[in-house]
């Protein structure tokens, strides 16, 4: 199986990912809950990873680091901790359903929700926020990048604008942390949301928010941390007040050898590769009669590149190159809802496929030839 669904989960991990969470399985005891050995292998593995993704990530402390199972679970902690009746919220139609579901159930109890719209590429107009911008405004949340056409927001500048409104800025990085520099501090970002097991190359199971000084989430949940077992309510202190119940700390092991093996590879290096797959794919593709492809391959970009083939429905064109060619890649809604009605592909869906950096030219062109052959 060729396999080019790595913005789904990438595939297949660094061997010394695997490795690590094999002897975490076998060795860790449950982190902060004892003093013995065990216990303390777990507790020191799991400070570790805090303070790597928080220079990764230029996080201002490790406590600040926040594990959870995955980005879902982090932006709902983000959003409905930070955000009450009678704020409004400004995001974008480039939302996945992790973004967009909090945000609409939030808009039922009192929450005033906006969104910058997307063109038929998928692209906003950045200028949009100044206009969408209430007296009541409170935060912007939004993607760094797209999971269904790649295409990349411009945080920076978004930080920036939040910044100077006073606003929270909530970024959701699960198809950008690991591959694209992201700097909390010069991008103004208060909460970064991310996976560990995308760009990240960690195990599924992880994932987390790195917290700017001075926000104040409410916690989502409460229970079990450890310490102060006294309190009735959760401890205030991060990273326990957003942290109820034991830890993935054999996932968070080896989401601490992922990091190490992005920083051994190189993240430029890996970016580069990934993108030089995605150009080779485009190119080809884009020059079969009646595909059409979507996003803006004029700019920098997620390495990802979704289509469809004239009226195909998008699942029959998956499952052809699934069962007749040996090719993984996604097709459907992708979760991203408003960005499928902006491209005008909300009844037929798109197949997407997305490059790793295990991937290689020559999988790139038995893809294209087999949609060759399939679209003749």
Same mark, same amino acid.
């Given at each position: 199986?060729? +396999?080019?669904?790595?913005?789904?989960?990438?595939? &297949?991990? &660094?061997?010394?990912?695997? *490795?690590?969470?094999?002897?975490?399985?076998?060795?860790?005891?449950? %982190?902060?809950?004892?003093?013995?050995?065990?216990?303390?292998?777990?507790?020191?593995?799991?400070?570790? =990873?805090? @303070?790597?993704?928080?220079?990764?990530?230029?996080?201002?402390?490790? #406590?600040?680091?926040?594990?959870?199972?995955?980005?879902?679970?982090?932006?709902?902690?983000?959003?409905?901790?930070?955000?009450? &009746?009678?704020?409004?919220?400004? #995001?974008?139609?480039? *939302? /996945?359903?992790?973004?967009?579901?909090?945000?609409?159930?939030?808009? *039922?109890?009192?929450?005033?929700?906006?969104?910058?719209? =997307?063109?038929?590429?998928?692209?906003?107009?950045?200028?949009?926020?100044?206009?969408?911008?209430? !007296?009541?405004?409170?935060?912007?949340?939004?993607? /760094?990048?797209?999971?269904?056409?790649?295409?990349?927001?411009?945080?920076?500048?978004?930080?920036?604008?939040? /910044? !100077?409104?006073?606003?929270?800025?909530?970024?959701?990085? %699960?198809?950008?942390?690991?591959?694209?520099?992201?700097?909390?501090?010069?991008?103004?970002?208060?909460?970064?949301?991310?996976? $560990?097991?995308?760009?990240?190359?960690?195990?599924?199971?992880?994932?987390?928010?790195?917290?700017?000084? $001075?926000?104040?989430?409410?916690?989502?949940?409460?229970?079990?941390?450890?310490?102060?077992? +006294?309190?009735? /309510?959760?401890?205030?202190?991060?990273?326990?007040?957003?942290?109820? $119940?034991?830890?993935? #700390?054999?996932?968070?092991?080896?989401?601490?050898?992922?990091?190490?093996?992005?920083? %051994?590879?190189?993240? *430029?290096?890996?970016?580069?590769?990934?993108?030089?797959?995605?150009?080779?794919? +485009?190119?080809?593709?884009?020059?079969?009669?009646?595909?059409?492809? +979507?996003?803006?391959?004029?700019?920098?970009? =997620?390495?990802? @590149?979704?289509?469809?083939?004239?009226?195909?429905? %998008?699942?029959?064109?998956?499952?052809?190159? =699934? !069962?007749?060619?040996?090719?993984?890649?996604?097709?459907?809604?992708?979760?991203? &809802?408003?960005?499928?009605?902006?491209?005008?592909?909300?009844?037929?869906?798109?197949?997407?496929?997305?490059?790793?950096?295990?991937?290689? !030219?020559?999988?790139?062109?038995?893809?294209?030839?087999?949609?060759?052959?399939?679209?003749?």
């Amino acid at each position: 199986m060729i +396999y080019f669904d790595n913005a789904a989960t990438t595939m &297949p991990k &660094p061997a010394s990912v695997t *490795e690590a969470v094999v002897a975490a399985m076998n060795s860790f005891g449950n %982190s902060g809950r004892a003093a013995h050995g065990q216990s303390m292998d777990a507790s020191r593995t799991i400070y570790e =990873a805090r @303070v790597r993704l928080a220079g990764l990530f230029n996080c201002p402390r490790p #406590s600040n680091v926040v594990f959870t199972a995955n980005s879902t679970e982090a932006l709902n902690i983000a959003i409905r901790g930070l955000l009450k &009746p009678g704020d409004h919220v400004i #995001s974008t139609d480039l *939302e /996945h359903n992790s973004v967009l579901r909090p945000l609409y159930d939030l808009a *039922e109890q009192g929450v005033a929700v906006d969104f910058a719209a =997307a063109d038929r590429q998928g692209r906003i107009n950045h200028d949009d926020f100044s206009s969408l911008l209430r !007296e009541n405004t409170r935060a912007i949340v939004c993607t /760094h990048g797209s999971n269904l056409t790649g295409n990349l927001l411009d945080i920076g500048r978004i930080g920036r604008f939040a /910044h !100077e409104h006073g606003l929270l800025f909530i970024v959701d990085a %699960s198809q950008t942390a690991g591959v694209f520099p992201i700097d909390m501090a010069a991008m103004n970002i208060s909460v970064l949301c991310f996976t $560990g097991h995308k760009s990240l190359l960690g195990p599924q199971g992880t994932g987390g928010l790195c917290i700017a000084d $001075g926000v104040e989430i409410r916690p989502l949940k409460s229970g079990g941390t450890g310490v102060q077992t +006294y309190l009735r /309510h959760q401890p205030p202190e991060l990273p326990t007040r957003l942290e109820a $119940g034991t830890l993935n #700390s054999h996932g968070i092991a080896g989401l601490l050898a992922a990091v190490g093996y992005i920083e %051994s590879v190189g993240m *430029e290096n890996i970016r580069a590769k990934e993108s030089a797959l995605m150009k080779r794919f +485009y190119d080809g593709v884009k020059e079969i009669p009646g595909m059409k492809v +979507y996003g803006d391959f004029d700019n920098e970009k =997620a390495p990802i @590149v979704s289509l469809n083939w004239q009226d195909v429905p %998008s699942g029959e064109l998956a499952d052809e190159l =699934a !069962e007749e060619y040996g090719i993984a890649s996604r097709a459907g809604a992708h979760c991203a &809802p408003r960005l499928h009605e902006a491209l005008g592909t909300k009844g037929q869906g798109a197949v997407r496929f997305s490059f790793g950096y295990h991937n290689t !030219e020559e999988e790139v062109d038995r893809a294209l030839s087999a949609l060759r052959k399939i679209c003749q």
